[in-house]
């Protein structure tokens, strides 16, 4: 039986119509969801959208590929933001940074999408993307079906300041992020007020310095200074405020003992620096004593005693410096002596 070909001109037109209305019905829905993707952005102060086990399912896991946009997802587990290990407050600031310095760089975005999802919120959805610590950022690309086969931010671009995240994502997407937008330190009403007082405080200062009475006209003040600024400098304070190194950690093994000495070169806690700073200190102070006012004693006994002691105390204080990194590195340093000595 053959189809007449008015039949087979009408099924053609129908297929083609019925073609159409399902593209149409798919990027509806595509469009439908960056739609409300951006309404959630909107409504988070940060810009970070936050979602769970029934919002992943519907932006991620039951849409078709290719996606019109990507997810940099931040798993979160709230009930260990006191482990200061873990830094996980401090990550999540920074990526909240990321998101509102990308969005304000961006307005029309709707290609990139940054996410958190808290663990007792969403168990499930860590076990499919197989994520079994924090912390923990993962890049969902357009072309991604198996969760556990997105991307993960290494270590080491997650570790740090908002402006290593977005290298990653520029580097991963080739969306431009933009500069990371950070509050200023000091708001315009308390700028405004020092101002005002430094107007008010400036003929005093300016009288005073004329007379010599200031505190800066005092050698000990100098003296104390240089002091705090040698050891600011050979204590890794700089490093510990960079880094928001804590003083100290729990131990893993006991959470009743503190560990106030990390070995591993990879990380220095504030008390081992101190400690290093304090003996180094010692060593300078000793040092500058037996230069500028050892050499002012008479008394050659005394003089002798003095030095004496001193460097002692200098060599033990080096020994520990050394011992301590020994211990941290693994490295050996050894003494050597000339071989006509032995």
């Not at 197989?130 to 072309?143: E, F, K, T």
């Not at 997650?158 to 990653?168: H, I, N, P």
């Not at 000793?286 to 008479?298: D, E, F, N, P, S």
Request: proline fraction near 4%; aromatic fraction near 14%.
């Amino acid at each position: 039986m053959s189809i007449s070909p008015n039949l087979s001109h009408f099924l053609s037109f129908f297929f083609f119509f019925f073609f159409l209305l399902l593209l149409t019905i798919a990027a509806a829905d595509e469009s439908d969801l960056v739609a409300d993707l951006l309404s959630l952005q909107s409504q988070s102060k940060s810009g970070v959208i936050h979602l769970d086990d029934h919002s992943i399912s519907r932006f991620l896991t039951s849409t078709k590929t290719p996606r019109p946009y990507s997810l940099l997802v931040f798993f979160d587990a709230k009930h260990l933001h006191d482990n200061s290990e873990l830094r996980l407050q401090d990550l999540h600031r920074e990526f909240s940074l990321l998101a509102s310095s990308f969005i304000t760089n961006n307005p029309d975005n709707g290609k990139l999408f940054l996410c958190d999802i808290e663990f007792k919120e969403s168990q499930s959805t860590f076990s499919l993307f197989g994520v079994s610590s924090v912390p923990h950022i993962r890049l969902i690309g357009p072309d991604v079906k198996n969760p556990k086969d997105s991307e993960q931010m290494n270590q080491g671009d997650s570790s740090r300041l908002a402006e290593s995240m977005a290298e990653f994502v520029q580097s991963r997407t080739q969306i431009s992020v933009g500069p990371i937008h950070r509050p200023p330190l000091i708001s315009k009403t308390q700028l405004g007020f020092l101002i005002a007082f430094f107007l008010c405080w400036t003929p005093y200062f300016v009288k005073k310095v004329i007379a010599g009475e200031t505190v800066f006209h005092d050698s000990k003040v100098w003296l104390a200074g240089s002091v705090f600024i040698y050891f600011f400098s050979v204590s890794g304070a700089m490093h510990n405020i960079i880094r928001k190194m804590p003083m100290f950690m729990i131990d893993r093994n006991d959470p009743s003992k503190l560990v106030f000495f990390y070995q591993g070169s990879g990380m220095q806690l504030g008390a081992e620096g101190f400690a290093v700073g304090f003996l180094y200190t010692v060593v300078g102070l000793l040092l500058a004593m037996m230069t500028h006012g050892l050499v002012k004693v008479k008394n050659v006994t005394a003089q002798r005693v003095i030095m004496i002691a001193s460097i002692l105390v200098c060599f033990w204080a080096v020994s520990k410096v050394v011992y301590l990194d020994n211990w941290k590195t693994g490295y050996g340093i050894h003494t050597f002596w000339p071989r006509s000595w032995s």
